[in-house]
């Protein structure tokens, strides 16, 4: 692949690429996830605040390696000396702004996924923009087949699963990742079949009005407990057969749900978790 | 035969006010009887809200004492003072639209019971007020929006449904026009002659002189002249007895000149009005002398 | 003109049953609407208990969604708006002036940082009554701290009172605001304080009007016991000393009545403003100032008020709920606007 690369980032801005990265910026927590499952750790001088929170962070370990600023001061991002710096496109416009004004490639990703697809396409994107394509290509390819062992998960001749994601006050209903990561493991997103559309608020009477078999959350470590708990003790959620059959699943939060390759956690664990046999 | 000496209702006893750090009365003493209307005067600043408010029990004294019904007035319950004692204030506006009805009705407070309603009595005390201040008329309507005399008369019908034998009032007449300043005189006099303590203070050394059965003039803190004898009534006769001839009112000609033009700082003329009615003129300090 | 007895009575009147017809109708719509049969039923069945003999004509849920769900947070309503309407009403008449209003002590600000107190130390999440006892605590303690910065000798000057409270207040809400962006990195926290704050009455249970409902009613009831001497420190506080009134200790009790309302009511459902304001100051204009009549009529018009907005918030725009903070501000900045035109029009007369 040729150097250097144009590319066309999410705002439509023409980002000009050198030469593959050596000193690359994260500045949100899913994109510090793409960066270390492509990059080595060296490579990257900047990461999102998330990054250092072990209790969100897949990539604790990776930053604490090599400990990388926070990318949230502009000044302190731009004494790192990076050559490309990858930003959110639902993240604040003026720091992109400050930055394209000097002559630091900055480039807006898309971050909101609603396909794992979406997920993998963002993995090779990755790789092209840091010049690691190979290695991107690998990662691209292992992460697919997490998938295509997802879709076969369900056993022959299973009902497929009733199940909802609850976020405490939200649930996801169809365009959402949670939706096709459901769909692809062969069960009924709940809240799709509601009629929720996107990431929507929700109460404790329509979950029990729709009665799901199987309640799924994320909590932080060490209070998933405790989380179970208060959700049993809601009286409506307490009389869905999700509940009363024991068919909460609480993961850790950093398993549900990212957005990044690291949704093969999540992909592996529901598919045990729904048809354990 | 010495006339037999009645205790004071209500009495300063070399009263010293101090507020904000500054000495605002000095040595004042002052005994305040039942039928009789003591009239305060003074300039302004020259203590006599102070002192109102001091007879009330509204203020802490850093020495001397008041004394209600022979008792320092800090050993009673404020709601005892309450039913021996009424006050008007001299700002008498009100920020809410009480009805006049409501207001005097407020005057039934230390009568009336923790949890309980109007009763009878409560019932007819306000209307009495009501009716012998004249604002039985108003009864219903907002005391915001009633004239400034009008006002006056309803807070004074307040203190008569209090059914208290001592109303002090802070400068009733300050804002009114000359009328209703007489009225307001008017109806203290009748009060105090049909048995109540009143207690006024004003800058108006006539009418004081005319309407009050004493006078008490303050400079700078400072008793300038009290009237001797204050209500003593006629010798052996009860003051109800006793008709307006008889009844002692100060003279003009015992408050010296002198002192009138010590205290408010202008040269004094008594003179005799056409039906007897003594009164002060004023004139300039003279600078050419 | 009518006498103002009769105004009462029309008041109660129209107003008893219309909070009654609200209810039952708050109780009804919902994710599903419910037949008022279906509700009479489940009340029914609940409260008489044991001598219930009849089949159920009800499911389960339905009976969940009725008993657990949507009464608490409609008792709720009618508790936090009593609550508020009163304790507005009470600080209108201690600080003599009909705009303030019941955060004007501090008791507001402490209980939203008590709120984000829980909220940040993740003790929100371990039991349903702690957020809540937070925040009272979180009331009870502003308050205490307003009252001695204000208090010399035993005399709390009205006004040094409204200054100390107004400094507290903005202290309090900038420690809040401080713990808030602190937290901020997760997101799932920041997002409940910030919802909270906004005042809603969401998955509100049974532990909620249990702690709300006697400290509406204790303050209610004291509030009115103490409505003469409220009337009377209006007049002035010479005037309220002079008819017998025990000023400080009057001013005392009312202050942490006050206190206690405003944080019961924040506790429940964060903050929620206007109707402390606009009620009392709606009620006084209708009835009159005194406060015997005054303060129970205004807890009436707030629960009813407060029912109707939080249906409201429940079915402008379902499924999403709409902040019941924002909608009382909505519905109340203008009705306020209003008032103060008309307060304007008739003092310049």
């Not at chain 1, 690369?5 to 899913?30: G, I």
């Not at chain 1, 080595?40 to 209790?55: D, F, H, N």
């Not at chain 1, 996107?198 to 329509?206: A, K, M, N």
């Not at chain 3, 999403?320 to 109340?332: K, W």
Request: hydrophobic share 45%; aromatic share 6%; glycine share 8%.
């Amino acid at each position: 692949m040729a150097w250097p690369r144009v590319v066309q980032d999410f705002d439509q801005v023409q980002v000009r690429l050198a030469a593959p990265t050596k000193r690359v910026v994260s500045q949100y927590w899913s994109i510090d996830e793409f960066l270390y499952t492509v990059l080595s750790p060296q490579s990257i001088v900047g990461v999102s605040e998330s990054a250092y929170l072990p209790r969100i962070s897949n990539v604790y370990e990776q930053a604490q390696q090599q400990k990388p600023v926070i990318a949230t001061d502009p000044e302190r991002v731009l004494r790192q000396n990076p050559d490309l710096i990858v930003a959110s496109s639902s993240a604040r416009a003026d720091f992109t702004a400050l930055v394209r004004s000097t002559d630091v490639p900055i480039y807006r990703l898309a971050t909101m996924f609603t396909t794992l697809d979406q997920i993998a396409d963002t993995i090779g994107l990755t790789g092209y923009l840091t010049g690691q394509d190979a290695r991107a290509e690998r990662k691209r390819q292992r992460f697919l087949q997490a998938v295509e062992a997802a879709r076969k998960a369900k056993p022959a001749g299973v009902r497929s699963p009733r199940i909802l994601g609850f976020g405490g006050r939200y649930s996801y209903g169809s365009q959402t990742l949670f939706h096709d990561i459901a769909t692809t493991l062969g069960a009924i997103n709940v809240g799709a079949e509601g009629g929720l559309v996107g990431y929507d608020s929700v109460s404790t009477e329509q979950i029990l009005r729709w009665d799901p078999e199987w309640i799924i959350v994320g909590a932080e470590e060490g209070k998933q407990d405790q989380l179970r708990a208060r959700l049993l003790e809601d009286p409506a959620i307490g009389l869905t057969q999700a509940a009363r059959n024991g068919r909460i699943l609480v993961y850790d939060q950093r398993v549900f749900l990212p957005m990044s390759p690291f949704t093969t956690r999540i992909l592996q664990v529901l598919a045990k978790d729904l048809y354990a046999q | 035969m010495k006339a037999p000496t009645v205790p004071a209702l209500l009495c300063a006893k070399s009263l010293d006010v101090a507020l904000g750090g500054r000495l605002i009365l000095r040595d004042v003493s002052l005994p305040i009887q039942k039928a009789s209307l003591v009239a305060i005067v003074g300039p302004n600043g020259s203590g006599k809200s102070t002192l109102l408010r001091a007879l009330a029990g509204l203020l802490p004294s850093s020495s001397g004492s008041i004394e209600l019904a022979g008792q320092p007035i800090s050993r009673y319950r404020r709601r005892d003072v309450a039913r021996i004692l009424s006050y008007v204030p001299q700002d008498t506006r009100v920020e809410f639209g009480f009805t006049v009805r409501q207001i005097v009705a407020m005057g039934r407070h230390p009568h009336m019971g923790r949890f309980a309603g109007e009763t009878q009595r409560d019932h007819d005390a306000i209307d009495r007020g009501l009716a012998l201040c004249d604002v039985d008329h108003l009864r219903n309507r907002q005391i915001n929006t009633l004239s400034g005399g009008e006002r006056q008369r309803a807070l004074i019908a307040r203190c008569l449904a209090a059914e208290t034998p001592c109303i002090l009032l802070d400068e009733p007449t300050a804002s009114l026009d000359l009328e209703h300043a007489l009225d307001i005189f008017t109806l203290a006099r009748k009060l105090a002659d049909a048995g109540s303590a009143i207690v006024l203070c004003t800058h108006d050394l006539n009418n004081g002189l005319r309407f009050g059965t004493s006078l008490v003039v303050l400079r700078q803190g400072v008793v300038a002249f009290a009237s001797s004898g204050s209500t003593s009534p006629k010798q052996g006769m009860p003051p109800e007895e006793q008709t307006d001839t008889e009844r002692t009112t100060v003279e003009p000609s015992v408050i010296e000149p002198s002192v009138i033009e010590a205290v408010f700082g202008v040269r004094a003329e008594a003179v005799l009005s056409a039906n007897g009615t003594p009164h002060y003129v004023f004139h300039p300090k003279d600078h050419h002398s | 003109m009518l006498s103002s007895g009769t105004r009462t009575v029309i008041y109660y009147t129209a107003l008893l049953p219309a909070l009654l017809v609200a209810v039952l109708v708050a109780i009804g719509i919902g994710s599903t609407d419910l037949p008022i049969q279906t509700i009479v039923d489940v009340l029914v069945s609940k409260l008489a208990g044991s001598f219930w003999t009849h089949a159920p004509a009800f499911s389960a849920a339905d009976e969940v969604i009725v008993w657990s769900i949507r009464l608490p947070r409609v008792l709720c309503a009618v508790f936090v708006g009593a609550g508020l309407a009163v304790a507005g009403g009470v600080m209108q008449g201690l600080f003599r002036n009909p705009l303030a209003e019941p955060g004007l002590a501090g008791a507001g600000a402490g209980a939203v940082l008590g709120a984000v107190l829980a909220f940040v130390t993740g003790w929100s999440a371990a039991a349903v009554v702690s957020l809540p006892a937070c925040a009272i605590i979180g009331a009870l303690a502003a308050l205490l701290l307003v009252y001695f910065m204000a208090t010399r000798a035993g005399v709390t000057p009205v006004s040094t009172l409204l200054l100390a409270g107004i400094a507290v207040s903005a202290l309090l809400s900038s420690i809040s605001s401080l713990l808030l962006s602190l937290s901020i990195v997760n997101w799932q926290i920041a997002q409940e304080i910030v919802f909270w704050m906004m005042g809603g009455l969401e998955a509100r249970t049974w532990t909620h009007v249990w702690l709300s409902a006697p400290l509406v009613l204790l303050g209610t009831v004291v509030s009115t016991i103490y409505a003469r001497e409220l009337d009377l420190l209006q007049q002035g506080e010479d005037v309220a000393a002079a008819f017998g009134v025990n000023v400080e200790s009057a001013k005392r009790s009312l202050i942490f009545t006050a206190a206690l309302l405003t944080g019961a009511a924040v506790a429940v459902a964060g903050s929620v403003a206007f109707v402390g304001l606009v009620i009392p100051h709606a009620v006084r204009l209708t009835l009159g100032p005194s406060a015997r009549t005054l303060i129970p009529a205004s807890a009436l018009g707030g629960a009813l008020f407060l029912v109707l907005c939080d249906l409201l918030a429940r079915t402008l725009h379902p499924p999403t709920e709409l902040r019941l903070g924002v909608l009382t501000a909505l519905i109340g900045g203008p009705a306020f606007i209003w008032l103060l035109i008309r307060r304007n029009r008739e003092t310049s007369l």
